[in-house]
């Protein structure tokens, strides 16, 4: 099977950095996904990590390491849109498309 | 990216009945899904809608609970069969298409609510 561990809850400052930790457990691994979810809203893609590295999107950035089975997203200049819940998720062996997510954290942004 | 409209986006529901939900499209995509997210939860994965055939249903989730069809590249729905109030989620339709890459989209979500 596959599992997801990542926190629940992450609180942060206005225009600081945020971490948000995944380390994730699977018998084949096809990529990490992280998705944000506002409150009333639907998931939306923000980044997707198949080889090592670091990807960089604008304030948004995503890490991975396949031999620590381990990513990791970073905010950066962090503003209160930013508010929300963050889902990491791996598309689940066999390579058959279905990702499966991670129970989320939730970040709360203080001014 | 792939634009998903999902009817309804709210219900009430009285226990015992049944409600589809249904999933349209802009463009042709190659895999559709239906999650659950349930109050303060993650996203479950209920199954996959596969076109002119049978949906694969993941561990926990049967046919007969939750019928699903896709008559065509562009539309699906998700029937919620006999509803409890442990049925009360944000049922959501998911895609990928043949352009997408490695990015699944969501649509908006049916909000239903099992009294």
């Known amino acids: 099977g596959q599992s997801l561990e990542q926190p629940s809850e992450v609180t942060a400052v206005e225009g600081a950095i945020v971490q948000i930790n995944c380390t994730y457990q699977t018998s084949g691994f096809y990529g990490l996904s992280w998705y944000q979810q506002h409150d009333g809203g639907a998931p939306t893609f923000l980044s997707y990590?198949?080889?090592?590295g670091l990807e960089e999107t604008g304030r948004f950035s995503s890490f991975l390491s396949r031999s620590d089975s381990y990513g990791y997203l970073l905010l950066q200049e962090l503003q209160m849109k930013d508010s929300a819940s963050y889902f990491c998720a791996v598309y689940r062996e066999g390579g058959d498309d279905k990702i499966i997510f991670g129970k989320g954290t939730r970040l709360h942004i203080l001014p | 990216s792939a634009v998903i409209s999902q009817k309804p986006s709210r219900d009430i529901c009285q226990r015992g009945t049944s409600l589809t939900i249904q999933c349209q499209v802009d463009?042709?995509?190659?895999?559709m899904f239906w999650y659950r997210q349930q109050p303060g939860q993650s996203l479950t994965l209920i199954a996959t809608?596969?076109?002119?055939?049978?949906?694969?249903?993941e561990s926990g989730f049967v046919i007969d609970k939750f019928p699903i069809s896709r008559p065509n590249l562009t539309f699906s729905t998700l029937t919620v069969s006999n509803m409890s109030p442990e049925d009360s989620s944000i049922y959501l339709c998911?895609?990928?298409?043949?352009?997408?890459?490695?990015?699944?989209?969501f649509g908006e979500g049916s909000w239903l609510t099992v009294v």
């Open positions: 998911s895609v990928k298409g043949h352009s997408s890459g490695n990015t699944i989209y």
């Open positions: 990590n198949a080889l090592d």
């Open positions: 809608a596969n076109q002119g055939s049978e949906a694969t249903y």
């Open positions: 463009s042709q995509v190659t895999m």
